[in-house]
C-alpha cells in the first residue's frame, strides 16, 4: 500500500471515528399512537421534527440541537423526539392509530416549511405554537425547551 493510500485510509477513518457511530439519528416515526401511550405512561410529551433530507436547515437542527437534546440525560428523561419526513410516503399510524404516511400526516397538520417542531400532550394534542424555521440560532434551543416544558405542563396537569 503506497503512503497516499494509507494516509488518506487513516484520514478517513479517524473522520467515521469522530462523526460518532452511525445509529447517532433520530427515531423515525413508525407509530405515533404507541408511542403517545408509552409517553403518557411516563407523564412526557412528544417531539415530533418534520424534516426533509434535501434541508439544509434540517440538518443543522436534527445535528446541533435535536440530538444533542436528545442525548442529554436531562432531557432524555423529559421528552421523545422522532422524526417525520414530509417529502416520503412512508407508512405511520397516526394518534388516533389511523394508517397513513409520513408526507399526509405533515399535511394534515399544516406543515409546509422545514423543519417544523412541534410537541405533543398524550393524546396527540400540540401544547405549544410550532416551531418553523431554524429561526434565531442563539435562541433556537430556548425555543425547543420552552415547547417541551409546555409538554410537561400540560401532562402534569393531566395526571391531577
Request: proline content about 6%.
Amino acid at each position: 500500500m503506497s503512503i497516499f493510500k494509507f494516509r488518506l485510509s487513516w484520514i478517513l477513518t479517524c473522520a467515521l471515528l469522530a462523526a460518532g457511530p452511525a445509529s447517532a439519528q433520530l427515531q423515525e416515526a413508525d407509530d405515533l399512537a404507541r408511542l403517545s401511550a408509552e409517553t403518557r405512561a411516563r407523564g412526557i410529551p412528544v417531539l415530533v421534527a418534520f424534516m426533509q433530507e434535501s434541508c439544509p436547515y434540517c440538518a443543522v437542527a436534527r445535528r446541533d440541537y435535536l440530538l444533542p437534546l436528545q442525548n442529554d440525560p436531562l432531557w432524555r428523561e423529559r421528552v421523545r423526539i422522532v422524526e417525520i419526513h414530509t417529502d416520503r410516503s412512508i407508512a405511520l399510524r397516526d394518534f388516533a392509530g389511523k394508517p397513513t404516511t409520513h408526507r399526509a400526516f405533515a399535511r394534515s397538520l399544516g406543515v409546509r416549511r422545514v423543519p417544523t417542531l412541534i410537541v405533543f400532550d398524550g393524546e396527540g394534542k400540540p401544547v405549544a405554537q410550532p416551531i418553523t424555521g431554524l429561526l434565531i440560532e442563539d435562541f433556537y434551543r430556548l425555543y425547543i425547551e420552552q415547547a417541551i416544558e409546555a409538554g410537561l405542563v400540560r401532562m402534569r396537569a393531566a395526571v391531577r
